[in-house]
């Protein structure tokens, strides 16, 4: 496996045994996944415009107000990082 699959199978881990995490590894892993979401746009060309409609946005706030946020709507957002960096991962025919 690569870094990504990895990284992949790491969030899919994280949110089925979301309760648990604590609150820095939530947002660790968060941050991680949105870094990579960006660089994996950046290497596929994808505008990045960081409009309300971006899915990363709900993933930024989610990170920033981990405190805030219940078991369940983290384990969304990690669910939601995976499906994006797997779809990046296949757009770039890894």
């Known amino acids: 496996m690569n870094h990504t699959t990895d990284f992949i199978a790491e969030l899919i881990r994280a949110?089925?045994?979301?309760?648990?995490?604590?609150?820095?590894?939530?947002?660790?892993?968060?941050?991680?996944?949105?870094?990579?979401?960006?660089?994996m746009r950046r290497q596929n060309v994808i505008p990045i415009f960081e409009t309300l409609t971006d899915p990363l946005i709900p993933l930024r706030i989610t990170a920033a107000i981990?405190?805030?946020r219940s078991n369940d709507e983290v384990k969304a957002a990690l669910?939601?990082?995976a499906d994006m960096i797997r779809t990046l991962?296949?757009?770039l025919g890894g």
């Open 89 to 91: 991962k296949i757009e």
């Open 79 to 81: 669910l939601e990082a």
């Open 15 to 39: 949110a089925n045994g979301v309760g648990k995490l604590g609150d820095s590894e939530k947002h660790r892993l968060l941050e991680h996944a949105v870094t990579m979401i960006q660089d």
């Open 66 to 68: 981990i405190h805030r």
